[in-house]
């Protein structure tokens, strides 16, 4: 049995787990920003890096207290070093570093959205994961809308990503223009809730022949939509609705289009948009294999996924240097390890 400690501080959700073997949550700690950022629409970096400082060893001692462990315990401490904001991500890492090496343990960096992938096998119910092989991963969330290609644990290859926005950035604006609250895609999906999504037809970017997403001109189409109503009252759950469907009739049709392609044997949809339900609705609808959707609380931000990813990658004794810097813009191809 070996229990890792996950941290995650890549974005605005301070997080920290203790995962045992990589598959069983002993506790899952979340300290959200949201209140801290609705005000200004958007995350605002220096202060998510601030109050990531205030809460990061509250939240650590309480998910080590919550699963009834101490650091002796520990097996390794994992942190996410990448792909995230900079000063939010040195909080974590920092933090991971000094808690590493003063309780001799090994750190291991992980790259965010590969803890997201794992998160797909945190949940039991969950099927095939020693050899769940080839499959494709639809990641999505605040910042990437990638579809990856897994031919094995850890082994990555980008078929397509967006070309412009990511999936959760075009929620969040569409929602601002809409006038609703931040983070956008849930206000999006609960104001859709008493929508027709048939009331407009909006663009899709099919991109033909290639496995790419660009959500500019749907966001545009959106933006002309809104003004064309100009003093009228605004139908924001039709407008909602119907630009909730335009995103996963995409996202949906691509994802199976190349599981189909790759001969995969499941499909995992990962990343904070997966919350989405009728993304998440779509895709079972649609696809012929099975589908992965972790549990909505594993979708979002948290350290759980941290340690299920470097569960793996510690069972194959990869381990991370004192020197291990952050990532703003890692790569899920290029995530950080060494053999020791
Ligand atoms: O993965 P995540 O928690 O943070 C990043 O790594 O970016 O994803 C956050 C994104 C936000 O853009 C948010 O609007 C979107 O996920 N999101 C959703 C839903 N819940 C969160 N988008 C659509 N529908 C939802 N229910
Ligand atoms: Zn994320």
Redesign the pocket.
């Known amino acids: 049995m070996n229990l890792i400690l996950g941290i995650e501080t890549s974005?605005d959700e301070t997080a920290a787990s203790v995962v045992q073997d990589g598959r069983v949550i002993l506790s899952n700690v979340v300290a959200t920003q949201i209140d801290l950022h609705a005000q200004y629409g958007g995350v605002y970096p220096e202060l998510a890096s601030r109050e990531h400082v205030i809460k990061i060893i509250p939240v650590i001692e309480e998910a080590l207290q919550s699963a009834g462990v101490a650091f002796r315990d520990l097996a390794a401490i994992a942190v996410t070093h990448g792909p995230g904001l900079a000063g939010s991500l040195l909080v974590g890492v920092n933090a991971a570093k000094a808690l590493a090496f003063a309780n001799d343990l090994p750190l291991i960096g992980i790259n965010?959205l590969e803890g997201?992938i794992y998160a797909s096998w945190l949940d039991d119910r969950n099927l095939v994961f020693e050899n769940p092989f080839p499959l494709i991963a639809l990641l999505v969330?605040g910042g990437h809308s990638e579809l990856v290609l897994m031919r094995d644990h850890g082994a990555y290859q980008q078929l397509g990503c967006t070309l412009h926005d990511a999936a959760g950035e075009a929620f969040d604006k569409a929602a601002r223009l809409l006038g609703l609250t931040y983070p956008g895609g849930p206000a999006i999906q609960k104001a859709a809730d008493a929508g027709n999504s048939d009331a407009f037809k909006l663009p899709r970017a099919w991109l033909k022949g290639t496995y790419d997403f660009s959500f500019s001109g749907l966001k545009t189409a959106v933006l002309h939509l809104v003004q064309s109503f100009k003093d009228a009252p605004l139908p924001v759950a039709d407008i909602a609705a119907s630009f909730q469907v335009a995103v996963a009739d995409v996202l949906v049709e691509k994802t199976v289009r190349a599981a189909d392609e790759y001969g995969a044997k499941q499909i995992i949809l990962a990343?904070?948009v997966s919350a989405n339900a009728v993304l998440r609705k779509t895709m079972l609808e649609r696809a012929e294999i099975p589908v992965i959707i972790p549990p909505i609380k594993l979708c979002m931000?948290n350290g759980a996924m941290i340690a299920a990813a470097a569960a793996r990658r510690f069972a194959r004794g990869e381990r991370s240097g004192w020197d291990l810097d952050v990532v703003p813009a890692l790569k899920l191809q290029n995530s950080e390890s060494r053999i020791q």
């Open positions: 974005c965010h997201h969330s990343g904070g931000d």
